[in-house]
């Protein structure tokens, strides 16, 4: 793995850069199926083929415009870096799945999370400068909050969630804006607010406000327990990892470990069940536990290849496992844990070269950044995304999920924190700086 101290360059410097930042951006933030209708009405296989079509070829279009401005640029050499890692990675994910037992599908899955990793590490270099980078950041972030105000004011029966609802009409009441669920529109505004806090600390203070007291709202309307939480004590963490250095590298791996055998654990010791309920905990993590169970067990049936690639979850080797009707979590979509989920598709191989990617550069790229000129609220933006990704992995499947805002803000942050730590910031001048200083509040 090579590193840098070459001066990013301003790839795109012009007006295509800036579009495509925003469009892409806004491709997860708003996505291209809004106000989806979760009732009876709303599930036709037909309608949603067509929708899925439609967002593939969209989402193809914009990862090829991306790929042809960064590549003519002279700061493509920071595209996808260290390759090196990400080369092995992705060939381990590849091979897992071709002896597989659908290939076809699992090394499709690997081509879209292939794309949707360049596309995060193009992202960054699209802003000509951290002033246009904050910028189209705040357009962005209030785009989407406008839109999911706009919802639930104008089209309640589309943005908050209805008795109607087919899947889950427990959630009558709960706001989801033009998200497709309340849980995926409550982490949305936790990565909205850590951009509004990103201005804030940045002198935009007006905007980046707004922003965080918007976004805090609708959380709190959202019903999201987990991203309720998770908010300030992300914070909380982030606060502490930024001042204590030296406990930097056990404070993560010792939390994400120790937070993986309390969750998973619970699911086969009756004994830490016991402890975690002492503690006030819900020992079945809102029902996970049977899932995670299942999951353990297949990870140990195949340790080294896994499943293939995102396979296992409703597939015919679920069923195998013990059968359908054992139990309602064979019907689970996925682990509710990346981290178990990767050893389960991609052996104990693939989940190291995983933490590799996610949780050790990140640490060391980190240190690195903070002894750089760089501005350090670009940091600790991108830590608080990074921070906020890693740990939520313990309770949900999010890694390489292509079409996730969490997924490609966690990879955005990754290469985010090493361009910090491995290149230069463009600086725009000062004139040039106090000409556009009221159209940033």
Known sequence: MTQTNDRRETATAGTLGALLFTATLLFYLVTLTPFI????????DAATAKSNTINQLIYLCLTAALWLTVFNSPGRHLVARPRGLLIVLLFWFAVVSAFSAQ??????????????????????????????????????????????YVGVVLMPELAIHQASEVREPMNAGLWRGHFAHKNVAAAAMVIISFAGLYLF??????????????AVVFLTRTGGKSAAMALPGILAIAWVFERWRTMRTPMVVIGIAAVNMLTIGCSVSPAMRGLVAQLGIDPSFTNRTDIWKIGAGAALDNPLTGYGFQLFWQTDAMVHKGGAAASWAFAAFNGHNAYLDMAITTGL?????????????????????????NDPALTRFFVRIWLYG?????VESLFFQSGSLIWFMLVVAIFGLHLQANAHEIKEPAHHRRSIEPAHV
């Open 37 to 44: 209708d979760l009732s009876a009405a709303g599930t036709s």
């Open 103 to 148: 290939p076809d599908l699992a090394l499709k899955r690997v081509f879209l999370a292939m794309l949707t990793i360049i596309n995060g590490s193009i992202l960054l270099l699209l802003p000509r400068s951290e002033r246009q980078f904050a910028g189209m950041l705040t357009l962005c972030c209030l785009g989407a909050l406008g839109v999911a």
């Open 201 to 214: 600390g940045t002198g935009r203070r007006l905007l980046g406000g707004a922003i965080v007291l918007l």
């Open 349 to 373: 191989p693939g989940l190291a070269l995983t933490l590799i990617l996610l949780v050790w550069l990140p640490l060391r790229d980190i240190g690195r950044a903070e002894a750089t000129t």
């Open 390 to 394: 890693v740990l939520v992995a313990c």
